[in-house]
């Protein structure tokens, strides 16, 4: 059995202030980590659509330097094919290579159009990397600065944390090593930090249950620490209502 005095009860409580206080600037500061998540992520969907884009011209560009590659070997092959005909001894033979040669130049004029249909993509997608970059640049200007104000923002929070973890620790100092260690083990187990309970008229303030009423009596003795049966946090007499 945990002793435990009025003062030491009053310290708990205004440690217990503390940390609620520390919870709620937490949470602004929480607020503010999650507005520049959601500002970089923006960002983030911009430039992977600008780079989605890059890649596309990249692509286009591999697949032109193809084109000219097969128009080399087309040409080639054409070359080759004028070298046999000036030799050909029959008329077959001189037909057939005529065919051959005006397959290669229907599939060389099919190749040329399609080298200007990726010429105009590699234009298009050329100007639309130029409008989007320009634009990229605005939003990482933007956000640069709404981040920068949010941060700003947060840096009031982030000061006045620091002070009440500082105030805390002070605090803590003056409290006796097992109580603290049981009030801290406590509201690690709650889920709003609050690890004291008022009683009132014999109910926990904090879960609305009945305390039973030996409990109650010894409570309002201060003899010992008490937890409330049902919501396990530390209870405390709490003559508030003029009892
Ligand atoms: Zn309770």
Request: glycine content about 0%; charged content about 30%; proline content about 2%.
């Amino acid at each position: 059995m945990t002793a435990i005095t009025q003062a030491q009860i009053e310290m708990l409580i205004s440690l217990q202030n503390i940390e609620l206080n520390k919870i709620e600037v937490k949470k602004t500061l929480d607020t503010v980590a999650t507005k520049v998540a959601q500002l970089e992520n923006e960002l983030k969907t911009f430039s992977d659509a600008v780079e989605r884009e890059k890649q596309k011209l990249r692509d286009s560009q591999a697949r032109y330097a193809e084109f000219e590659d097969h128009i080399q070997t087309n040409d080639t092959l054409i070359a080759k094919i004028e070298e046999k005909r000036r030799s050909v001894k029959t008329e077959r033979e001189y037909q057939s290579l005529l065919k051959e040669e005006e397959q290669l130049r229907a599939r060389k004029s099919q190749i040329e159009e399609e080298m200007i249909a990726c010429i105009d993509l590699m234009e298009a997608t050329t100007q639309a990397i130029a409008t989007k970059d320009e634009e990229l640049q605005q939003i990482q200007q933007q956000v640069a600065d709404d981040i920068q104000s949010v941060k700003q923002e947060a840096s009031a929070s982030e000061t006045r944390h620091a002070d009440l973890t500082r105030e805390w620790e002070t605090m803590a100092t003056d409290i006796d090593a097992r109580l603290l260690d049981k009030f801290v083990k406590v509201k690690n187990q709650t889920d709003d930090g609050r690890a004291l309970a008022p009683a009132r008229d014999a109910i926990c303030m904090a879960c609305h249950m009945n305390i039973p009423p030996q409990m109650y009596n010894e409570l309002q003795r201060f003899d010992s620490l008490k937890l409330c049966p049902f919501c396990f946090r530390i209870l405390y007499w709490d003559n508030a209502s003029g009892a």
